[in-house]
């Protein structure tokens, strides 16, 4: 069993949605929302704004 930390990409947007909602939390899934809250680039901050952990290839736990 493998688990890693890594930045989220635009992929990972459905495994997000549906690991919120499976939560209780009532997700935004819309693309573009995630899109701009997530991986547009901005100027004031160019490093990654959404970490997934994943076990071997499982979304398992989200930060934002």
Do not use: C
């Amino acid at each position: 069993m493998h688990s890693a930390i890594r930045p989220s990409t635009p992929e990972d947007a459905p495994a997000i949605a549906r690991l919120l909602d499976e939560a209780g939390l009532r997700p935004n899934g819309r693309p573009q929302d995630m899109w701009w809250k997530y991986w547009q680039p901005r100027s004031d901050w160019p490093g990654p704004r959404s970490f997934v952990l994943t076990q071997d290839d499982e979304l398992i736990a989200h930060g934002a």
